[in-house]
Every structure is written in C-alpha cells, then in structure tokens.
C-alpha cells in the first residue's frame, strides 16, 4: 500500500479512532492497519471475483460435457454388457438341452443280456 493510498483512507474521523502521533510521526494502530487492509482487499476483490467466477463457470462448462459424454459412454456399455449375459444365458441353456438330449437312455436300445428278445 502506497503512501498516497493511505493518506487518502486518513479521513479525520479515521484519524480520530486510529491514528495517534509521536515524535512529529503518524503512527496507525493495529484496529486501523486492519481497516486499512479490509479496504485494501475490498477493492481489489470485486475484480479477482469477476475473473475468478468466469473461469469456475468455464471450467464447470467442460466438466458438465465430460460428465454428459462418460454418461453416454456408460449407457452403452450398460447396454452391451446386457445384451452379452443374455447370449451367454441362452447359450448356457441350448447346452444344457444338448446335454440332456445325449444323456437320456432310447428306451428302444437293448442291454447285452436282453439279447434274445
């Protein structure tokens, strides 16, 4: 903070609160140096804001689209992963009837002791 900065906050209502003099020198207390610093940062803050609100808003922009694009991704993904358990059920049940089909005992098949029947 410059000189003519604070010379400027040195209203005499200021001077009156914050300011007392020794040895021929303004001497600012530590209640004003704090107004002087809240002032200091109010200033400059509206400015840091703007630009610090444009580039959140910027970057929440470019999340919002990732999310909506992994979103889609995952949908589809969704959607294969469903479609694949199915064909692997109905594989599991065609093999399952082939199996049982090869299994099963034709009653018209003789054992080797009813051979003369």
Same mark, same amino acid.
Request: a positive charge.
């Given at each position: 903070? /410059?000189?003519?900065?604070?010379?400027?906050?040195?209203?005499?209502?200021?001077?009156?609160?914050?300011?007392?003099?020794?040895?021929?020198?303004?001497?600012?207390?530590?209640?004003?140096?704090?107004?002087?610093?809240?002032?200091?940062?109010?200033?400059?803050?509206?400015?840091?804001?703007?630009?610090?609100? /444009?580039?959140?808003?910027?970057?929440? #922009?470019?999340?919002? /689209?990732?999310?909506?694009?992994? %979103?889609?991704?995952?949908?589809?993904? /969704?959607?294969?992963?469903?479609? %694949?358990?199915?064909?692997?059920?109905?594989?599991?049940? %065609?093999?399952?009837?082939?199996?049982?089909?090869?299994?099963?005992?034709?009653?018209? #098949?003789?054992?080797?002791?009813?051979?003369?029947?």
């Amino acid at each position: 903070m /410059t000189r003519q900065a604070v010379q400027k906050k040195l209203t005499p209502d200021f001077r009156q609160k914050y300011v007392t003099k020794i040895a021929g020198r303004l001497q600012v207390s530590n209640a004003g140096m704090a107004v002087l610093l809240k002032d200091l940062d109010n200033q400059k803050q509206p400015n840091l804001d703007n630009q610090l609100t /444009t580039e959140l808003h910027h970057q929440l #922009q470019v999340k919002d /689209t990732e999310i909506a694009r992994l %979103q889609a991704t995952i949908d589809k993904l /969704t959607a294969t992963l469903d479609q %694949q358990q199915r064909l692997s059920l109905l594989d599991k049940q %065609q093999s399952q009837k082939a199996l049982e089909g090869a299994t099963k005992v034709q009653p018209s #098949q003789k054992h080797w002791w009813q051979f003369w029947k």
